[in-house]
C-alpha cells in the first residue's frame, strides 16, 4: 500500500518548471493568474481556487466563474500537466461564516448558513460544469458537523443529478484546521461508508495522513510554509551559508525535505491499517 498521493503546496509557481521541484505540486490561482508566460509543468499538479483567502478577505467570491474558467483552459493547455481544478467552493469553518480573528487573520464573515454554503459551493459545480465541461474540475464536499457533509452528498444528487459515489475525485472542504482530529476521521469514515471513497483532503499534513491517510487519495499542504516563517524556524545551514534567506518560507530544498519527513511520518501508520 503506497498511501495517498501527496501535492506539495508552494507559492511558487515557478517550482513547476523543468529542474525544479519535480514532484507534485498543489498551485493556487491566485498566484499563478499574475503570470504573463506561464510556467510549464514538469510534473503534475493541481490548481486551488483561493477559495480560503477568497472568503476570507471578502466574504464572497470577487471571481466570476466564466474569468476562473479561462484561466485554467490556459492552465491546462499552456503550463500543462494539470491533474484537476478545485471549485469556487464555499468553506464552512465558523470563522469564515461568523468572521473575527483567528491566527492572527481577520475574517470578514459571510454572514450566511452552512446550508446556504453548500448549496452555493454545488451550484457553482454546476455552473463550471456547463461552462467547461472539458476542464476536470473536482466537486467538493462542503460542510461542518458530519451530518453537513452528508448533506452535501444528497445536494449533490438532488440539486444536480451527480452522484459522488461515481466521480474519479470528491475534495473535502473546511478540514485543514482539523486535519489531525478525530472529527476529520469520523467525517471521513461516514463518507467512506456512504461510497465516497476517492477523496482529495485540502490541507493534510503529517498528523492528518497519519491518522486518516489510509482514507484519502491525495492531499495537499503548505504547511512548511507556515511552520518556517511563523514559528521563526531558522533557515537551512546550507541557505545561511550561501546568504540566501534570513528563513526558508519561499525555499525548495527546505520545501522537499518537509516533503519527505510527512511522506516517511506518514508511511508506518498506512502500512499497519488493512485496506
Ligand atoms: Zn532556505
Known amino acids: 500500500m503506497t498511501g495517498p498521493l501527496f501535492m506539495l503546496g508552494t507559492h511558487q509557481p515557478g517550482w513547476l518548471n523543468r529542474g525544479r521541484a519535480g514532484v507534485p505540486l498543489f498551485v493556487s490561482d491566485r498566484r499563478l493568474r ?90 457553482n459545480f454546476a455552473q463550471l460544469r456547463d461552462l467547461a465541461p472539458d476542464l476536470p474540475i473536482v466537486p467538493v464536499v462542503q460542510g461542518w458537523e458530519r451530518d453537513d457533509y452528508l448533506r452535501c452528498v444528497d445536494l449533490y444528487w438532488s440539486m444536480l443529478g451527480v452522484d459522488l459515489t461515481t466521480m474519479p475525485l470528491v475534495g473535502l472542504g473546511s478540514v485543514c484546521r482539523r486535519q489531525g482530529t478525530r472529527e476529520a476521521g469520523v467525517i471521513l469514515r461516514a463518507l467512506h461508508i456512504r461510497g465516497v471513497r476517492r477523496l482529495h483532503g485540502f490541507g493534510f499534513k503529517t498528523l492528518g495522513l497519519i491518522e486518516h491517510g489510509h482514507l484519502l487519495t491525495s492531499a495537499d499542504s503548505m504547511a512548511w510554509s507556515d511552520v518556517a516563517r511563523k514559528l521563526r524556524r531558522p533557515a537551512l545551514p546550507e541557505c545561511v551559508r550561501a546568504g540566501r534567506h534570513k528563513n526558508c518560507a519561499n525555499c525548495l530544498p527546505y520545501a522537499l525535505r518537509w516533503r519527505a519527513g510527512v511522506l516517511a511520518a506518514a508511511r508506518p501508520a498506512q502500512n499497519g491499517v488493512a485496506a
Open 34 to 123: 499574475v503570470y504573463k508566460t506561464l510556467p510549464r509543468a514538469a510534473a503534475p499538479w493541481a490548481c486551488d481556487s483561493g477559495g480560503f483567502t477568497e472568503l476570507q478577505k471578502y466574504g464572497r467570491w470577487t471571481v466570476g466563474p466564466i474569468e476562473y474558467v479561462a484561466r485554467l483552459r490556459r492552465y491546462r493547455d499552456e503550463t500543462g500537466r494539470m491533474l484537476w481544478a478545485a471549485p469556487q467552493d464555499w468553506m464552512c469553518e465558523p470563522i469564515v461564516i461568523n468572521g473575527g480573528v483567528a491566527a492572527g487573520q481577520w475574517f470578514v464573515g459571510t454572514r450566511l448558513s452552512v446550508a446556504e454554503h453548500q448549496r452555493r459551493t454545488v451550484a
